[in-house]
């Protein structure tokens, strides 16, 4: 730092009596004192280079997570990553004093760490120490920066949540679809640009494109789905054929015996093609037999029903034909008699008065 004052008060010597002061040094001082400045002069000249900020891209990015490093993303077209740029170059010539790293990237050249690292804002700085990342959101001047890093400021900081750490996987996959992205985007200029194909024709290729693979990428996942979990065959509800064919075999397996059939897997049977055939034969008939079985069974109760029905229909109508009792008959010829003993009641009290009337 001295070597640079000094520097500039031999570039400027018109200023040199006001910035010799700020060193303790005056131009009409003694020899002794510009032989001093002559020294500093020669210190400045034979010191270190100064140094510039690691340049980053999607082959090197992974050496930040070793050690301490402050990253830059930035855009050549932004202005506030350009007025950055001579604070950011400044603090590379730190590095070696607070033992840091100091690394830029290009968002426009590398769009796969612009996905990895979920840039939302122009510039974006990243202070990472052994591979935890935190986003410095603080003042961007250049004593700001060192006294971050200086006096770990940075503790204070919230490091990045796990699924938004640049590290993962998936920030990973993320990072390659924005380059995906951009690859598209290239093509569709080189269409346009290079070959003239028309804007509207260039996009219903890529709407083509994406159909398509759309559809191979569906029939792929469901080849998969189909090996890992095959479906299951279909089940055909039961009918009542099935129930009478059943009767048959459920009967002939109570039939025999489990000592018959233990018995009998024991002996050895010729499996030849003619008695395939013929034993598929003698099922066909059976299964025939047990039909027409089902369908004779079924015709009798048909019958039956229907002549059921028909002795039901004649009973009603001899129920009709039957004439009607007449009932109330007793009752008539009791209400004739009782309007009978009602009436000589009636003709005996006449009588009665008739003969007691009054005498002349």
């Known amino acids: 730092m001295l070597g640079e004052m000094v520097m500039d008060c031999v ?36 010191g270190k280079q100064p140094r510039k900020p690691v340049e980053l891209d999607h082959n090197n990015w992974s050496e930040v997570l070793n050690g301490e ?8 077209w932004c202005p506030a990553c350009q007025s950055l740029q001579s604070t950011w170059d400044k603090l590379s010539n730190w590095s070696e004093d607070l033992e840091l790293n100091v690394g830029k990237i290009d968002v426009t050249q590398n769009p796969g760490l612009s996905g990895r690292f979920l840039v939302l804002s122009l510039p974006t700085i990243y202070h990472i120490k052994d591979g935890v990342f935190r986003i410095y959101l603080g003042s961007r001047g250049e004593n700001e920066l060192i006294s971050f890093v200086d006096d770990q400021k940075w503790k204070d900081v919230d490091p990045v949540s796990w699924y938004r750490s ?3 996987l998936h920030m990973g996959a993320l990072g390659m679809f924005f380059q995906l992205s951009m690859s598209v985007r290239s093509v569709h200029t080189t269409f346009t ?29 469901v080849c998969i789905c189909d090996c890992i979990c095959p479906p299951r065959p279909p089940t055909r509800p039961l009918r009542k054929d099935d129930e009478y064919q059943r009767g048959p075999i459920d009967q002939t397996q109570e039939e025999n015996p ?31 037999a047990t039909e027409d079985a089902t369908e004779d069974a079924e015709q009798e109760d048909h019958a039956e029903q229907e002549g059921h029905a028909e002795d039901n229909v004649e009973d009603k109508k001899s129920e009709k034909d039957t004439p009607i009792e007449d009932e109330t008959v ?20 006449k009588r009665k008065a008739k003969a007691s009337g009054p005498v002349d």
């Open 69 to 76: 490093w402050m990253v830059e993303l930035y855009a050549p």
């Open 166 to 168: 640049p590290s993962t």
């Open 330 to 349: 007793p009752d008539i010829q009791t209400k004739d008699k009782d309007d009978s003993t009602k009436t000589e009641k009636t003709s005996a009290r």
């Open 193 to 221: 640009e290079t070959y003239g194909v028309p804007v509207w024709l260039s996009y219903v290729i890529f709407a083509v494109v994406t159909i398509i693979a759309g559809l191979l990428l569906g029939l792929i996942l």
């Open 11 to 46: 570039r400027t010597p018109d200023i040199l009596p006001c910035d010799c002061v700020s060193l303790g040094v005056h131009a009409k001082s003694a020899p002794a004192e510009i032989f001093l400045i002559f020294l500093a002069i020669l210190a400045s000249s034979s």
């Open 258 to 288: 489990a000592g018959e059939d233990d018995k009998e897997s024991d002996i050895v049977q010729d499996t030849s093609a003619p008695e395939d055939e013929s034993a598929h034969d003698e099922s066909n008939e059976q299964e025939d």
